[in-house]
């Protein structure tokens, strides 16, 4: 039995995901035809009260689109130095829309309103880049699965109203937020111009992310996802896998954050743990005291088939998901309160 708790993406289609993927009735979606797609970007605009959504094959794209979007070669960003968009997409944003990235250094990937005040360039100081787009992470990945509370994102809506700055939401683990807080997807529709949602972290599929926006804002991505070679035939299979994973994998998110919970309160009475992190949803990052190596701690794990994550800096990260079970929770509560 491996039990990797390195992301939430490593899970596999469930046998039931599988049979609704199977039974999928598909189309050309470049040509608008896909019938399950459609039936996926439908479902998912309704859920947030957006008006219109745009399948993609990762969320990378999805995040992507929207920096296209809403910027103009030589333009700003705002967004966390720890942001997604700015370490983990290959340069992407410089890359695809000539745009630069303006670092705040907010806490646990989440920046305050005032930050984001700061961070803005004043627009007619024509010698630095004008801001044009505020990136917003919720869950915050780098930032151990913290989420923001409503009210500082309806700040910074604020903040970027009076500053005529976009306001996009990289939502890869929105889910995760909603259930931990109990949100509801339409408070964040209500909020920005764009959200990027992914289907193949916690809720299990093995491919895909939505983009929502307005009809306007669509009808240009569709564009842009088609230059950056996103357009998909019978994407309909895939969907069908996104379509299955809202209907039941959504709730179950809970079992992710109680056992994140209860791996946190046993490391955190072990001798060899320095500090963890507080938890809020499927991500803990711990560290060990500094007479203990981590990278023979992620090797001793890997003798018991316990696989997690090192970030560097003496940083441990666990991520708890749908294929880690009840069964190997109980055998990773014990090797962890068994290492020495
Ligand atoms: C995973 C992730 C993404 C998108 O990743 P893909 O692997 O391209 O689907 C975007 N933002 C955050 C915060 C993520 O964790």
């Known amino acids: 039995m491996e039990i990797n708790l390195v992301s939430d993406t490593v899970t596999r289609p469930s046998h039931e995901m599988l049979q609704q993927m199977f039974r ?22 309704n859920l947030f009260g957006m008006e219109e959504a745009l399948f993609f094959p990762s969320g990378t794209m999805a995040n992507q689109t929207a920096i296209k979007l809403h910027t103009q070669p030589g333009e700003e960003l705002i967004c966390d130095k720890w942001a997604h968009v700015y370490n983990y997409e290959g340069g992407g944003a410089a890359f695809n829309s000539g745009a630069s990235c303006k670092l705040v250094d907010g806490n646990r990937g989440m920046m305050t309103a005032a930050q984001v005040t700061e961070a803005i360039n004043p627009p007619d100081f024509y010698h630095s880049p004008l801001s044009s787009l505020v990136c917003i992470e919720n869950t915050t990945n780098k930032g151990g699965g913290a989420c923001y509370e409503l009210q500082t994102l309806h700040d910074i809506k604020e903040v970027c109203n009076q500053n005529n700055l976009k ?26 111009d764009t959200i990027s949602v992914c289907l193949s972290k916690g809720l299990g599929a093995p491919v ?27 994407a ?32 955190q009475q072990q001798p060899y743990v320095d500090t963890v992190e507080p938890v809020e949803t499927n991500i803990l990052i711990f560290s060990l005291k500094p007479q203990y190596n981590e990278a023979a701690f992620v090797e001793k794990l890997k003798q018991k088939s316990i696989f997690i994550s090192s970030l560097g800096k003496g940083k441990l990260r666990i991520v708890t998901h749908l294929d880690y079970k009840e069964v190997m929770h109980q055998y990773v509560l014990e090797a962890f309160s068994k290492m020495v």
């Not at 306001?167 to 909020?191: E, I, M, S």
């Not at 895909?208 to 842009?224: D, F, M, Q």
């Not at 379509?243 to 490391?267: F, M, P, S, T, W």
């Open 236 to 267: 309909g299979y895939l969907a069908a896998a996104g379509l299955y994973a809202l209907q039941n994998n959504v709730g179950r998110l809970e079992e992710d954050h109680r056992r994140a919970k209860e791996l946190a309160a046993i490391l």
């Open 167 to 192: 306001y996009h939401l990289d939502g890869a683990r929105l889910w995760n937020a909603l259930v931990a807080k109990k949100q509801h997807p339409t408070q964040f529709g209500q909020l920005f």
């Open 208 to 234: 895909g992310s939505v983009l929502l926006g307005s009809h306007g804002t669509i009808k240009r991505a569709l564009r842009v996802r088609k230059m950056l070679g996103g357009g998909m035939r019978q």
């Open 24 to 45: 999928a009735k598909v189309g050309d979606d470049v040509y608008k035809q896909d019938p399950t797609v459609i039936e996926l970007e439908e479902t998912v605009a």
